[in-house]
């Protein structure tokens, strides 16, 4: 039987901060072993694996809202990876900016910010600067691939 070692990137605002100085997070098979861990990884992203730090996270009891009743969520292991100097995990990288700038039919500049999350999806922020607006700035936030 073969099993999935890496199961799924841990993306959280703390996994991030970790990812700046070379500690990549991902959720393991619960039967993983640290070399087995540096392999597949050392595989999969080509680079070069220094240390690798394991953390068993237990389930939790949640309760339900409508029953008064409780349950036990499943627990997880977890992997914290530390690559060599000057190596990256894709999946971890910060998005990046891209500013675009748009004429209107009236004539107006709009600057549009691009944005691209860590899913590959776009996000783009419309900012109306006009000479004639409002003074506050209107914004838009359009959501799609």
């Known amino acids: ?68 009743k409780s349950y036990l969520t499943s627990g997880f292991k977890k992997a914290l990876v530390q690559v060599g100097k000057g190596q990256t995990i894709a999946i971890f990288e910060a998005p990046k900016e891209e500013q675009v700038t748009v004429t209107t039919a009236e004539g107006e500049p709009i600057k549009l910010k691009e944005k691209k999350d860590i899913l590959g999806r776009t996000k783009v922020k419309v900012e109306k600067t006009a000479v004639g607006a409002a003074p506050t700035t209107q914004r838009k936030v359009i959501t799609g691939k």
């Open 1 to 68: 039987m073969k099993m999935i070692i890496l199961r799924r990137p841990i993306i959280t605002e703390k996994s991030m901060k970790l990812a700046q100085t070379g500690l990549y997070t991902f959720e393991v098979d619960k039967a993983a072993t640290k070399p087995l861990i540096a392999k597949k990884v050392a595989e999969k992203f080509n680079v070069k694996v220094l240390k690798v730090k394991v953390i068993n996270v237990k389930g939790r009891e949640k309760s339900q809202r409508a029953v008064r």
